[in-house]
């Protein structure tokens, strides 16, 4: 807590006003603590300064000893002595100001009223509060052709530009993509690609957002509305674990666009293009509007909500059942599951790991993760980043931009134990240990961590028997911390909410009694289940075998799962409640189908990867669909086992009155590592990642976006592609006996063992054509 | 007396003279020998003692720049040269380079040496080929003489065609692969120049000078030159006069002298206007043949030393062409990083080609003259003030003939009139 | 154009004159434009490669220089200084004479590819001025007609050497590969310095 007393303090003048700001502060940022606004536009906060544009020149003497000339107040750090005079109280600043925007003018367009940036421009702000309102430039103007495609998202109008640098440095500097460079020379500069080489960075609508004119523009808003027409409300990023701060902007109930949101503690103010560019699915997915009932010929009909609610209450009382949920639901919709599980079904079969997992993960999940306060500062602080089954820039992106922070500004170690080397880790310069799939938990053992740093460990953790022991043994062993990062933003929260079936709501261990009669008490109920439940994988074996005779599933693809075909016979046997969005595997199988609203038509909370609650109110108000815990509440009123969470503020605050475990938590049982299996020939073992731009379900109806994804590639090693005889280019076949997919080989750094695709993208959906994704053998061959 | 002083030009008329041999004939190579077994702080002393300033334009004394680069700090040190002459009108480098490279080799190891740098590179314009061969040739003999390789290695980079390169921070990212723009100072190159090390950038005539300080004494070159301005220098007569040429005088000489010495204006003609130091210092006319050409002589007549590129204009020259020809370079060579140059350089050519076909009004000199101010000390570097002067000064000393372009309603110049083989064309 | 295994070898060295290898990316395109006569995406493909770049890197490194072309030059490259104290004493002249003799425009190529045309800022040659250039060797001291023999010598397949440099005057390929830091031999071909670089040193010894 010293810390505040360890930043020295530099004392300053400007126009008149003193001014203490921490040493190293820039001027036109003390500046800005007296609410004395500099006019700006190379200026960023988070980019290196760069003095390009010379718009906040101002005037500065230290100690008595003027500077000769105005000085760019972004470049200049504070000194003791200084007094500033900014064009408030300096002629001499005023005309350099004004002079140096009369030069940004005589070459931009007068072409304001069609550009989407009119009515939230800076250069249109400043030109009003810094310019003259009339030109004294009779001369023509420079100019290009209009808008050029630098990818299939992003458009670039030269003309408009003032070539402040912000995109190409963020591109650079941020993301560490520079495919968009300031290109030629003088009056001539220019952003620009290599004609062959797309803008396609995941982060690239960052570049779009900070672009201070309308130079840089999102296909999928251009033309689309002007600024003072759009409601905007805060939001939360729906789409991954990273949990970023938005925008959404609305015009009449529909989403324009949303743009990244300012969190210094978080995403600071970037995100990725997914969470940017990928909404339409809210509109775009033929939504479901009314609930619907298998009638007497097994044919799903519309019908009443009350005929809907009575149908699924009665179906459930009379089964045994269970709830199957996905990472998707925010933490009060997942507590509202958790609850109607415990209370109106009496059962603790609950799993919101509607994907690829194990108990191993289970046991790791209460006993590590749970309640874990890991977070992005510890990345910021530690002195060395330990990646386990987890691909940042694919799965995490801002915890890629964390890291890739550390790593520029001081040159964080990062390690990552894969099979194959990603671009993330690539350009994180990272120590890349290379494993066979499944044999990452060895690997582990050798690492040599300290207390100071952070092992980040994936989802996919769990498709490798004992690495998740191993994870937890070094931690324990070297004192690093863990974070465990999932891909989907509601899965931390589902965990804390307890919808799993060893853990109670705040992590309270289902096994500890003292921890059951907590939440008794709280939810007024006699008991609860003392026997931790099934987990997702035995909830859909015990259907299918006879012993579960009910489901509720919320926001669930059976296709995420490797045994996708038991998973649809269960739905089949199963009598099935369906809370969903759209129209899917489950609801075609369902016997009852409850509409629910999407994220951006409700309000809540996701937690992300660190736990933090991440907030957020409908964007689209006018909406009659409810949130799924409001459905849950009103069936479990229908069977007279109520769960009194009418509302999500009633869930939020009931989740906040339990508080947290401070008990004892529940142990992890080692597992140890499967032997590496032996390989014919022809055989490999199959690993793979999903990327952050794939078939993800809310990346519906987004094509422009689509089209900048990773090209679609079987990864194989150089060893390997000689003895198969493939060059870069060929086709390859994977196959299981399930089925193949075959691809475009790649030939780059992998294990020799191993074969890399990706688990779900446009011709390589593995688990539902191949059946698995990670450490199995399977066949390859040159198609 | 005579008034000049060949040192560095002392054995160009020798006809091998840019060969290794023919520099050791003349004692080459013995004050690299002399200055390795000295310390290097001496080494720094003795050219700090000698008063040798920087002779690439800015004059900032030779010494004390070397003295800046931080000692025992376990870090890389490096030598840049700066041949990437390239201001119009400056033509002394190159001939220089021609006719003996081996001094400028010479010099690059003592620097080296003096500020403990293993590793130094010569920044060499790339429209030059034929000096690109002699250095390249050089090098290879000083390495197969021993004088580079046994603890300095010296490269020769190849620019490619940008004016902004000579600017030593856009030198610095050109030669570190990037774009040639300017960085932000600070730091400072002696603080983190080269690859983010400490570094000296110094013009050729600099280094080239060096061991001839180191032969004979710090003393011996305090002797020449007038009180602030030690030493010899190149001076690049050029344009309308009888004999144009290299002429290597002590500093604070005179243009007056000069001319007397190599037969004067062209005949028949007489002086109109002349830079002192390239296209980037303010004009002189003919009131200015006695102002003293030193750093001090100089600035104190309203111009500066520069690169003492003497360019003579006689009076068949249109003042406005000639500066709407620089401004047209400026414009070309602005490297588009700030605004005022970038900007300020494409609009200042619209008026002045305006103004030299007659079209304006004499409002627009004054606004020529405000765009200048709101250019000059805004840019981000030296290149935007550069692009003023010509015309701040022209329009200072020529006002009459700009207002004469505008009565008449185009210029009153005949163009023919200006060059070399007028009359051969007639 | 593809590399051959000797051009990439000759890149390796390139690259390994420099601490850091990124140093080496403008020496690198000095010598594709040897190979290819100009930056082919081909070269600027292959640079990216091999110095662990982006391709959009290389690209905006390239076309920050001018020297750097974007397409292909005659085998002869003239440019003519119209700076401003060359384009006075017959610079602007020699540029219109080329242009209308040659019958290309500023950076056009004549239609057998022999010359292109370019007109260039100050080439350091002010005392020798009118200056031209052919494949950056110095044609000094010019005039309209001694410009318009050189041309012609160029298409004809003899022009006259250069004034101050080798005995012969090479192509632009030949020259290009001189500026990537290949050592053709020739650099103890020609004068060691023209008579005005010697004017002062001659008077000198005069007594002046």
């Known amino acids: 807590m010293t810390t505040m007393q360890e930043v020295e303090m530099i004392s300053l003048v400007i126009d008149g006003f003193e001014v203490s700001v921490p040493k190293g502060t820039l001027v036109i940022r003390a500046a800005e603590k007296l609410g004395i606004q500099i006019p700006r536009f190379c200026d960023h906060p988070l980019l290196d300064p760069v003095g390009a544009c010379r718009q906040c020149l101002v005037d500065i003497e230290i100690n008595g000893r003027a500077f000769p000339k105005p000085q760019a107040s972004c470049t200049i750090p504070v000194e003791p002595g200084m007094i500033v005079k900014t064009q408030l109280t300096s002629a001499v600043a005023e005309k350099a100001q004004r002079g140096v925007m009369e030069l940004l003018l005589v070459n931009h367009p007068l072409d304001c009223p069609v550009c989407d940036k009119g009515g939230e421009c800076p250069l249109q702000n400043q030109a009003m509060s810094t310019g003259q309102g009339e030109t004294r430039f009779e001369g023509v103007k420079r100019t290009f052709q209009k808008p050029i495609n630098i990818s299939s998202q992003v458009l670039l109008d030269r003309e408009r530009c003032v070539l402040c640098a912000r995109c190409t440095r963020f591109s650079e500097q941020i993301a560490s993509d520079p495919f968009i460079t300031l290109n030629e020379r003088g009056a001539l500069q220019q952003v620009g690609i290599y004609e062959n080489q797309p803008f396609e960075s995941y982060f690239s609508g960052n570049a779009v957002q900070i672009c201070p004119v309308g130079a840089l523009t999102g296909a999928s808003y251009r033309f689309r509305a002007r600024p003072f027409d759009l409601v905007s409300t805060p939001s939360a990023c729906e789409h991954c674990a990273s949990g970023c701060d938005m925008r959404t902007d609305v015009r009449r109930g529909k989403t324009l666009r949303r743009l990244a949101g300012d969190d210094a503690s978080v995403n600071e103010e970037w995100n990725c293009d997914k969470g940017r560019w990928a909404f339409k699915y809210v509109t775009a997915l033929d939504r479901l509007t009314t609930p619907m009932v298998r009638n007497a010929d097994g044919v799903l009909v519309e019908a009443s909500w009350p005929v809907a609610l009575a149908a699924a209450a009665a179906g459930l009382a009379a089964n045994k059942s269970a709830v199957l949920v996905g990472g998707r639901a925010t933490y009060e919709d997942a507590y509202g599951y958790s609850k109607f599980a415990r209370l109106a079904l009496g059962t603790n079969d609950i799993d919101f790991r509607a994907r690829l997992s194990s108990d191993e993960e289970r046991e790791f999940l209460?006993?590590?993760?749970?309640?874990?306060?890991?977070?992005?500062?510890?990345?910021?602080?530690?002195?060395?980043?330990?990646?386990?089954?987890?691909?940042?820039?694919?799965?995490?992106?801002?915890?890629?931009?964390?890291?890739?922070?550390?790593?520029?500004?001081?040159?964080?170690?990062?390690?990552?134990?894969?099979?194959?080397?990603?671009?993330?880790?690539?350009?994180?310069?990272?120590?890349?240990?290379?494993?066979?799939?499944?044999?990452?938990?060895?690997?582990?053992?050798?690492?040599?961590?300290?207390?100071?740093?952070?092992?980040?460990?994936?989802?996919?953790?769990?498709?490798?028997?004992?690495?998740?022991?191993?994870?937890?043994?070094?931690?324990?062993?070297?004192?690093?911390?863990?974070?465990?990062?999932?891909?989907?933003?509601?899965?931390?929260?589902?965990?804390?909410?307890?919808?799993?079936?060893?853990?109670?709501?705040?992590?309270?261990?289902?096994?500890?009694?003292?921890?059951?009669?907590?939440?008794?008490?709280?939810?007024?109920?006699?008991?609860?289940?003392?026997?931790?439940?099934?987990?997702?994988?035995?909830?859909?074996?015990?259907?299918?075998?006879?012993?579960?005779?009910?489901?509720?599933?919320?926001?669930?693809?059976?296709?995420?799962?490797?045994?996708?075909?038991?998973?649809?016979?269960?739905?089949?046997?199963?009598?099935?409640?369906?809370?969903?969005?759209?129209?899917?595997?489950?609801?075609?199988?369902?016997?009852?189908?409850?509409?629910?609203?999407?994220?951006?038509?409700?309000?809540?909370?996701?937690?992300?990867?660190?736990?933090?609650?991440?907030?957020?109110?409908?964007?689209?108000?006018?909406?009659?669909?409810?949130?799924?815990?409001?459905?849950?509440?009103?069936?479990?009123?229908?069977?007279?086992?109520?769960?009194?969470?009418?509302?999500?503020?009633?869930?939020?605050?009931?989740?906040?009155?339990?508080?947290?475990?401070?008990?004892?938590?529940?142990?992890?049982?080692?597992?140890?590592?499967?032997?590496?299996?032996?390989?014919?020939?022809?055989?490999?073992?199959?690993?793979?990642?999903?990327?952050?731009?794939?078939?993800?379900?809310?990346?519906?109806?987004?094509?422009?976006?689509?089209?900048?994804?990773?090209?679609?590639?079987?990864?194989?090693s150089p060893k390997r592609a000689d003895s198969l005889g493939v060059k870069d280019g060929d086709r390859l076949t994977i196959s299981t006996q399930l089925g193949s997919v075959t691809l475009p080989a790649l030939v780059e750094e992998i294990h020799d063992d191993a074969v890399w695709a990706p688990r779900n993208s446009r011709g390589s959906e593995l688990l539902s054509q191949l059946g698995v994704a990670h450490g199995a053998v399977v066949k390859v061959a040159k198609a | 007396m005579t008034k000049l002083a060949p040192v560095l030009s002392a054995h160009w008329d020798e006809k091998d003279s840019f060969t290794i041999e023919a520099y050791t004939r003349n004692g080459g190579y013995k004050a690299s020998k002399k200055a390795l077994a000295m310390d290097p702080d001496a080494v720094i002393q003795l050219v700090k003692d000698s008063g040798l300033r920087g002779r690439g334009g800015a004059g900032f004394p030779t010494g004390m720049k070397w003295g800046f680069i931080p000692q025992g700090d376990n870090k890389e040190h490096y030598l840049v040269v700066n041949a990437d002459e390239s201001e119009p009108g400056t033509c002394k480098d190159t001939p220089l380079l021609l006719a003996n490279p081996h001094v400028l080799i010479e010099g690059c190891i003592i620097a080296s040496h003096a500020i403990r740098a293993k590793h130094a590179f010569i920044y060499i314009r790339g429209e030059v080929t034929h000096v690109v061969r002699r250095l390249n040739q050089a090098i290879e003999d000083a390495y197969k003489a021993g004088h580079l390789g046994n603890g300095i290695e010296l490269v020769l980079h190849v620019g490619a065609g940008a004016y902004i390169c000579g600017e030593e921070t856009a030198l610095l990212d050109s030669l570190e692969g990037f774009r040639g723009q300017p960085r932000l100072r600070p730091p400072f190159p002696a603080i983190a120049g080269l690859y983010a090390r400490p570094t000296v950038v110094n013009n050729v005539e600099s280094i080239a000078s060096v061991p001839a300080i180191i032969e004979n004494g710090a003393e011996w070159y305090q002797a020449m030159g007038t009180e602030k301005s030690k030493g010899t220098t190149l001076y690049s007569l050029s344009g309308h006069v009888k004999n144009p040429g290299q002429f290597e005088a002590p500093l604070g000489i005179t243009l007056r002298e000069i001319l007397e010495l190599s037969g004067g204006i062209r005949n028949g003609h007489s002086l109109k206007f002349w830079t002192p130091g390239g296209s980037s210092t303010p004009l002189f006319t003919a009131e200015h043949l006695d102002v003293p050409l030193d750093y001090e002589g100089v600035s104190a007549a309203g111009s500066m030393l520069g690169t003492k590129a003497l360019q003579i204009f006689d009076e068949t020259t249109c003042v406005v062409r000639a500066v709407l020809r620089w401004t047209e370079f400026y414009k070309h060579e602005s490297c588009g990083k700030c605004t005022p140059c970038r900007e300020g350089t494409w609009w200042l050519v619209q008026i002045l080609r305006d103004l030299e076909n007659g079209k304006g009004t004499e409002a627009d000199l004054a606004k020529l003259l405000d765009l200048c101010d709101n250019i000059m000390g805004r840019s981000f570097c030296a290149l935007g003030d550069g692009a003023t002067s010509p015309i701040t000064s022209s329009i200072k000393y020529f006002r009459e003939e700009y207002i004469a372009h505008l009565t008449l309603g185009a210029c009153p110049f005949d163009p023919v009139a200006s060059t070399l083989f007028e009359g051969a064309s007639k | 154009m593809a590399f051959t295994d000797k051009d990439l070898a000759t890149m390796d060295s390139i690259i390994k004159r420099y601490p850091r290898s990124r140093s080496a990316i403008m020496p690198l395109l000095h010598y594709v434009q040897s190979l290819d006569g100009y930056v082919t995406n081909e070269g600027i493909e292959l640079i990216a490669k091999l110095l662990e770049l982006e391709t959009a890197e290389v690209t905006a490194v390239s076309t920050f220089y001018t020297q750097y072309k974007r397409k292909p030059v005659g085998d002869y490259h003239v440019g003519v200084c119209t700076n401003t104290l060359c384009a006075v004493m017959g610079g602007d002249a020699i540029f219109a004479g080329l242009k209308d003799h040659l019958g290309i425009e500023n950076d056009g190529v004549t239609a057998d590819g022999k010359v292109s045309l370019e007109h260039i800022e100050c080439n350091a040659a002010c005392d020798y001025a009118p200056v031209v250039m052919a494949n950056w060797e110095f044609y000094d001291n010019q005039t309209v007609q001694s410009a318009k023999d050189l041309v012609d010598g160029m298409r004809a397949g003899n022009p006259p050497a250069p004034t101050r440099g080798p005995n012969k005057l090479g192509t632009w390929k030949e020259a290009s590969a001189v500026l990537a830091g290949i050592n053709d031999g020739k650099a103890n071909e020609g004068l060691q310095a023209g008579t005005p670089t010697l004017l002062g040193l001659k008077l000198s010894k005069e007594g002046k």
């Open chain 1, 366 to 716: 209460a006993a590590h993760v749970v309640g874990s306060t890991t977070t992005y500062r510890d990345i910021d602080l530690a002195d060395q980043v330990l990646l386990v089954a987890f691909e940042p820039e694919e799965e995490s992106p801002i915890v890629f931009l964390r890291l890739n922070k550390a790593f520029r500004k001081r040159a964080l170690k990062v390690t990552a134990i894969a099979t194959k080397l990603s671009i993330g880790v690539e350009k994180l310069k990272g120590n890349f240990i290379k494993v066979a799939p499944g044999a990452e938990a060895n690997a582990l053992s050798s690492q040599t961590l300290t207390n100071k740093s952070v092992i980040l460990v994936g989802e996919r953790a769990a498709e490798s028997a004992g690495l998740l022991s191993a994870v937890a043994t070094l931690a324990q062993s070297s004192g690093a911390k863990i974070a465990w990062i999932p891909r989907r933003a509601g899965e931390r929260g589902a965990l804390e909410a307890g919808a799993i079936g060893n853990l109670l709501p705040g992590g309270r261990p289902v096994s500890d009694a003292a921890a059951r009669v907590d939440i008794a008490a709280a939810w007024s109920a006699q008991s609860l289940p003392a026997e931790n439940g099934l987990n997702a994988t035995q909830i859909i074996a015990a259907v299918n075998s006879g012993s579960i005779g009910a489901l509720v599933v919320g926001g669930v693809d059976p296709l995420d799962n490797a045994e996708s075909a038991q998973t649809l016979a269960a739905l089949e046997k199963a009598f099935v409640v369906s809370l969903e969005i759209a129209p899917s595997a489950v609801t075609a199988r369902a016997n009852v189908v409850l509409p629910v609203a999407a994220v951006t038509e409700k309000s809540g909370s996701f937690l992300n990867w660190e736990g933090r609650p991440r907030a957020f109110d409908a964007a689209v108000a006018d909406t009659h669909n409810r949130s799924d815990l409001r459905i849950l509440s009103m069936i479990a009123d229908e069977m007279g086992r109520t769960i009194s969470l009418a509302t999500v503020t009633a869930a939020a605050k009931e989740i906040a009155s339990l508080g947290r475990w401070d008990g004892a938590k529940s142990a992890l049982n080692n597992v140890s590592a499967a032997a590496t299996p032996s390989l014919l020939p022809d055989q490999a073992i199959i690993t793979s990642w999903r990327r952050l731009l794939d078939l993800g379900t809310l990346q519906a109806g987004e094509e422009n976006l689509a089209a900048t994804s990773r090209r679609t590639v079987a990864v194989i």
